[in-house]
């Protein structure tokens, strides 16, 4: 999202494997 970039990069980076 434009205001909340940083924790969109971050849930994208984030591994999503369980």
Not at 6 to 16: E, K, N, R, S
Request: without cysteine; negative net charge.
């Amino acid at each position: 999202n434009a205001h909340n970039f940083p924790l969109d990069l971050a849930a994208i980076a984030a591994p999503t494997n369980g």
